[in-house]
């Protein structure tokens, strides 16, 4: 079920009946397998990256401070933009929370058609 894998495994046994043809010299069949078992690392690196979530108390944390910080965001613009801080705040707690849903979905980078849990 995992394609990648599956076409790993094809990739071995092309090397190999290269091997058994003698159609490839040794040390191309040597760079052919570290290569093979560096595509092989670097896909079980991104299957560990899918399988760890961020832990749910980091975002929730992310969202109550941000939260907080657009509620006191007006009391510290008063002084310099008086009427101006309505629509100031606005564009500031819609940018923070752009930054937090982009966060949200750094979270998945492979999205949700290839998780499987």
Known sequence: NNVPLEISLYLTFYISALQTRKTVDVSTLGVLHATLNQLVDALTGLERILATPIPFSYSSHLWTVT???CAALPFQ???????????????ASCVFHGFLVTGEEIENPFGKLFCSE
Do not use: H
């Open 67 to 69: 939260l907080l910080y």
């Open 77 to 91: 613009l008063w002084s310099t933009l008086e009427w101006f801080t309505i629509p100031a705040n606005v564009i």
